[in-house]
């Protein structure tokens, strides 16, 4: 099912954009439709462009798989920027991913944002400022 249809058959209001996480998006749609992953993040150089809208809370997002198939709708409940380096176990536990500790979570975000950010030119650093968004589940595909 598209963005568009799944968007319509959820009777929901309001602005929503339509993305899939990087890196390994069936896997992680997967992971928020079963509950687990309640927390996403992204680097907030990204934000800066202004190409991309920032996420407020209340947005809501379509989550699309790899194949840009709608899978979900979750709505943002929290959003926050800090440096990598202080990002908490309880963030890295509500991301959801391998073990959900936050040794996890930076070996496999310092290798993600290091692959990310080289099509912008930039490099990870420890310190840079990742946008760090809670969210909660409001319709499954």
Avoid at 110 to 130: I, N, R, V
Wanted: net charge negative.
């Amino acid at each position: 099912m598209n963005a568009d249809e799944l968007w319509r058959r959820s009777g929901l209001n309001g602005y929503h954009e339509c993305w899939a996480f990087g890196g390994a998006p069936d896997k992680l749609a997967k992971l928020v439709i079963r509950g687990i992953k309640t927390a996403t993040c992204s680097a907030y150089a990204l934000y800066e462009s202004g190409k991309e809208k920032m996420p407020e809370v209340g947005d809501y997002s379509v989550i699309l798989d790899s194949k840009d198939n709608a899978v979900c709708i979750i709505e943002t409940t929290r959003v926050y920027v800090c440096p990598f380096n202080e990002v908490t176990a309880d963030h890295a536990y509500k991301e959801g991913e391998g073990d959900r500790s936050i040794e996890y979570w930076r070996d496999a975000h310092e290798e993600f944002f290091t692959d990310e950010l080289k099509d912008s030119d930039q490099e990870f650093s420890e310190d840079m400022k990742l946008v760090c968004e809670e969210f909660r589940l409001v319709y499954i595909a």
